[in-house]
């Protein structure tokens, strides 16, 4: 299985960005998807999740300003980050999980830019 994850950028503080995750099998196949970051010299961090009973959880910092969904039409989950923050520059990784695992599926990273 491949992640294909798209629409990072560089946008001015306060504007808005909107990621997409497009998986090589289909969505419905995985207990949840969600999206990583990594900032320069930091941690890698769990920023969102939803889950196939479309349950989500967000990390403090993004709460209010991103929201994760799911198209199963267009077979991908998003993340739309409004009110974007320098402090949120990082890549971000989509992930998935399978059923039965706790480790996620990684895919290829998107650079997110947001100048002050």
């Known amino acids: 299985v491949q992640l294909q994850a798209s629409g990072g950028g560089l946008v001015q503080t306060g504007g808005s960005l909107r990621l997409s995750c497009a998986p090589s099998?289909?969505?419905?196949?995985?207990?949840?998807m969600g999206w990583y970051r990594q900032a320069p010299g930091k941690q890698r961090v769990l920023v969102a999740t939803?889950?196939?009973?479309?349950?989500?959880y967000y990390r403090d910092s993004v709460k209010g300003r991103f929201t994760a969904s799911r198209d199963n039409a267009e077979n991908t989950v998003n993340l739309q980050m409004n009110s974007l923050k320098p402090e949120d520059t990082a890549v971000y990784y989509c992930?998935?999980?399978?059923?039965?695992?706790?480790?996620?599926?990684w895919g290829w990273g998107t650079q997110v830019t947001v100048s002050s």
């Open positions: 099998g289909s969505i419905l196949s995985f207990n949840a």
């Open positions: 939803i889950s196939l009973n479309d349950s989500t």
């Open positions: 992930v998935a999980w399978p059923p039965r695992t706790t480790d996620p599926i």
